[in-house]
């Protein structure tokens, strides 16, 4: 099973601020990253998928980059609804199988 | 527009089971495979399998495989999942979610089930 490993396991940052957030492959997973943002009490929400191809919606300060084994999103302004906790999914061993990472919280500083 | 909708709260004893169901509507059933995540309280997301609604065919993750049965019911657009022989740690919030354009990339997401195994 392809390990992915998310870091830090907690951010803070301050609004307006750059957000940086990494996600480790334990073998390369190609570009079949996708990232998911989760809200407390709500479904995770499709931010990226490819590493780096916003999905439909998002705004243009959430971006994604890398490949293989290393990955990061990136949030360049952080707006107060930026603040939950996010999580990277490998698709590249599909079938028969998915994983997520552990995730990261973004919290305000 | 796209909406799932999952069933309600369910509280089960150690060894029963539970089938959670997941009702699309705002597109075609049949065009997407579903796949069901579950999150224990204050855990992160658990990838459980996907069905294609399609042809029905399955991929289960391998720690729930012989517990968990994903079905469809195209006349009525409802996924469901079935999980069997449940523990303390299946209590979890379960998901369904639907693939995008391409397979287990998921843009929408069931509001949750959570299931509560306890005695």
């Known amino acids: 099973e392809i390990v992915m490993t998310q870091s830090p396991a907690t951010l803070s940052v301050s609004p307006g601020e750059r957000a940086t957030l990494s996600c480790r492959a334990s073998?390369?997973?190609?570009?079949?990253l996708a990232w998911y943002q989760q809200k407390p009490g709500q479904a995770p929400r499709l931010l990226i998928y490819?590493?780096?191809t916003r999905a439909t919606g998002i705004p243009a300060r959430f971006s994604g980059s890398g490949s293989g084994t290393e990955f990061t999103l990136t949030i360049s302004s952080l707006q107060s609804e930026d603040f939950a906790v996010y999580y990277c999914q490998q698709y590249n061993n599909w079938p028969p199988s998915i994983t997520f990472g552990q995730g990261t919280r973004l919290e305000i500083k | 527009q796209v909406q799932l909708v999952q069933s309600g709260a369910e509280v089960k004893k150690p060894g029963a089971s539970v089938k959670v169901s997941c009702k699309a509507s705002g597109y075609t059933f049949t065009s997407y495979g579903i796949s069901w995540v579950r999150q224990a309280p204050g855990q992160g997301l658990e990838w459980m399998g996907w069905i294609s609604a399609y042809n029905g065919n399955t991929n289960y993750a391998q720690k729930l495989q012989g517990r968990v049965t994903m079905t469809t019911d195209t006349s009525t657009s409802t996924a469901y999942m079935e999980l069997r022989s449940l523990r303390s740690d299946d209590t979890a919030v379960y998901y369904c979610a639907r693939d995008s354009g391409g397979p287990v990339i998921f843009d929408y997401w069931g509001q949750g089930t959570l299931v509560t195994v306890s005695s």
């Open positions: 073998q390369s997973v190609s570009s079949n």
């Open positions: 490819g590493a780096s």
